[in-house]
């Protein structure tokens, strides 16, 4: 039965290009999730885009000599033709400063507001002494009040989970100059996370497919929710649509509000360009499914922060109240959180330089052996340390000679031997029990890929490979020329294993498996990829950016196994995957970060 699938796709921050620790955890995941969804008959949205407001994007303007405007606009670009290159399936990746996300996140804080859920209060506000600008509380760090962590930024403490205020750290200090930061009083709204304690815990206690870490988490925070800002003061954001705020040059969105409310904006902008209006809420509904995906440090955001909107917009917080003008819209089905990929121990940092741009990497080595890396060895249930030289043996043993080396000897010895898809005969036992194992393998690697189990999915998918391997080692086609019967057949029979190892393969290798379509006599779009469309603004007409988009829709692979045409024509392969130097396993190329 095919169903409505949301794929929420975490919002990349424009302050710079994106690294390889990023992808691993938004990127790959939700597009291995959305290209299979697709192949299995569902209906898919698959949305983001940049997030550009709040003070980090107006100090990296600084630094750069840009204005705020000129660095979201550079950097917008710069990661949608990184995410294009990787083949990221979206729908929509568009960006958080265009007039349709103004408009969608002014509306939903106005029912947040009518609702009773939205309150202004005074707090302690922590401005930098040498600028007078406002410090965002991620960019304030101490020492937690409570665990003692000293590590701890001004939002929340990493090591215990608590929710924090810049002024409770103790020896508070900005992380962008290392001064001291002022404290001032100053207004604000906050959003009531408390009254949404009780809601918010029944639907948490309905999540039981979740992976344990994400849900445990969730439900240790609930005790501890209190009142959180939702505006801050600064100049670069979106207006707050309320009297005696609207016109306030200083008060803003607080840029975590609006980002998360990118959503449902970049869904109600997707619906507006293809023409009807009313397109996203199909995915919205209670018969839909949404799946957010994202770094383990967004846990929160996604798992209690937005889910509150959302039941604070639909009336259904803890308070009461009506739906507001988006109707009852959908809390998610499932947060899909990654944990960390890592560099020799170390957190890939942009500032301390251990860092691989995702533009580095698809240069000197394509999109698929990333893909492939961060979804056989990436950070899925705990953190993962990438090293050049496990990258090396998995493109060289596992891409190269496994998968590489069984799709150019079986293509390779029937275009030789026949010219085209050999006519089985007589199948024996090793034949059938072989396509046996390959044809089972569409149940277990859907189911795993279905509950966003990416290890075990591709490690099945890669079973099937060695298996068929095996098979032709032991059954020594080449030696069959008195036999040319028994030779065709196993050769058709390896040839189906490859069609059907292929298609459990094209969520993780979209480049490669539409090579391997063409390898076997295929023509056509079999992996749809993204494109880059350059747009207007759809309330901003004088304003244009890049969005990234495709059509996933035609007649591309599906989630089964198909008969392979007897006949179809076969040319000589061209290498799948090119072996790395193994002396790359010990420093990587050049400009890889050295880390001691």
Same mark, same amino acid.
């Given at each position: ?8 796709v975490?919002?990349?921050?424009? =302050? !710079? ?7 691993? &955890?938004?990127?790959? *995941? #939700?597009d ?5 969804? +697709?192949?299995?008959?569902?209906r898919?949205?698959m ?13 990296q ?5 840009l ?14 033709e ?32 009518? =609702? !009773? ?7 302690? &506000?922590?401005?930098? *002494? #040498?600028?007078?600008r406002?410090?965002?509380? +991620? ?22 989970g ?27 709204l ?5 009254a ?7 639907w ?34 979106v207006?707050?649509p ?57 846990i ?10 959302l039941?604070?917009?639909n ?11 988006f ?22 940092s ?5 860092v ?27 953190d ?25 000897r ?14 089985p005969?007589?199948?024996?036992a ?12 569409f ?5 795993n890929?279905?509950?966003s ?11 099937v ?50 090579k ?25 007409t004088?304003?244009?950016?890049p ?8 007649e ?41």
């Open positions: 039965m095919s169903t409505p699938v949301l794929t929420a975490a919002w990349p921050y424009a =302050n !710079g290009p994106r690294h390889i620790g990023h992808v691993s &955890g938004f990127g790959v *995941p #939700s291995v999730f959305s290209r299979y969804m +697709r192949m299995a008959g569902h898919v949205l949305v983001s885009g940049t997030d550009e407001h709040g003070t980090p994007i107006s100090v303007a600084d630094k750069e000599g204005t705020t405007r000129e660095l979201a606009d550079k950097y917008n670009r710069v990661i949608a990184d995410l294009q290159g990787l083949g990221l399936s979206y729908d929509l990746f568009t960006r958080t400063t265009t007039g349709n996300h103004y408009k969608v996140v002014q509306e939903l804080f106005q029912a947040l507001w009518r =609702n !009773g859920y939205v309150a202004p209060k005074t707090q302690l &506000g922590a401005i930098s *002494p #040498s600028t007078g406002t410090l965002p509380d +991620r960019y304030i760090e101490g020492t937690c009040p409570i665990c003692g962590y000293d590590g701890a930024r001004g939002d929340q403490c990493d090591n215990c608590n929710q924090l205020d810049p002024a409770d750290l103790i020896n508070p200090k900005s992380r962008i100059n290392g001064e001291t930061p002022k404290f001032v009083e100053t207004e604000h906050f959003l009531d996370l408390p949404f304690t009780e809601s918010l815990g029944s948490l206690s309905t999540r039981t497919e979740w992976r344990p870490n994400v849900l445990k988490f969730s439900q240790n925070l609930l005790d501890d929710l209190r009142p959180r800002a939702i505006t801050r003061d600064i100049d670069w954001g207006p707050v309320l009297d005696g705020w609207r016109d306030a040059p200083m008060k803003r969105f607080y840029v975590w509000f609006d980002a998360v409310i990118g959503y449902l904006s970049a869904s109600v902008e997707w619906a507006r360009r293809t023409g009807d209006a009313d397109a996203w809420k199909e995915f919205w509904t209670p018969d839909a499914q949404g799946y957010y995906f994202m770094g383990k440090d967004n929160v955001f996604h798992s209690l922060i937005w889910p509150s909107l039941l604070g917009q009336g259904a917080g803890d308070k009461g109240g009506e739906a507001g003008a109707g009852t819209l959908n809390l998610p089905t499932e947060v899909v959180s990654s944990e960390f990929l890592t560099m020799s121990g170390s957190k890939f942009t500032s301390r330089g251990t691989i741009y995702v533009r580095d990497f698809l240069r000197d080595f394509g999109p698929d052996t990333l893909r492939y890396f961060i979804s056989v060895a990436g950070p899925e249930n705990q993962t340390d990438f090293t050049w030289e496990e990258f090396v043996r998995r493109t060289n043993f596992e891409l190269a000679n496994e998968w590489g080396n069984l799709v150019n079986s293509v390779s010895m029937a275009h030789k031997n026949v010219g085209a898809v050999p006519k005969t007589a199948p024996t090793e034949d059938i029990a072989l396509l046996n194992q390959s044809k089972a393998a149940a277990v690697v859907g189911d890929l279905r509950r189990r990416f290890k075990a999915a591709v490690g099945e998918a890669m079973r490979v060695s298996a068929a391997n095996k098979y032709l080692s032991d059954q020594e086609p080449w030696k069959r020329k008195d036999d040319p019967e028994r030779r065709d057949t196993i050769l058709h029979t390896a040839l189906q294993v490859v069609s059907d190892a292929n298609t459990l393969l094209t969520p993780f290798l979209p480049h490669a498996a539409q391997v379509h063409e390898a076997l006599g295929g023509t056509g779009v079999w992996s749809a990829q993204p494109r880059i469309d350059e747009v207007t603004d759809l309330d901003e004088e304003r244009s950016y969005i990234l988009t495709g059509d996933y829709a035609g591309q692979a599906k989630w089964e196994s198909v008969d392979i045409e007897v006949g179809r024509p076969l040319e000589k392969p061209t290498p799948l995957f090119a072996k790395l130097d193994a002396a790359l396993g010990d420093t990587g190329p050049e400009w890889a970060p050295i880390v001691t």
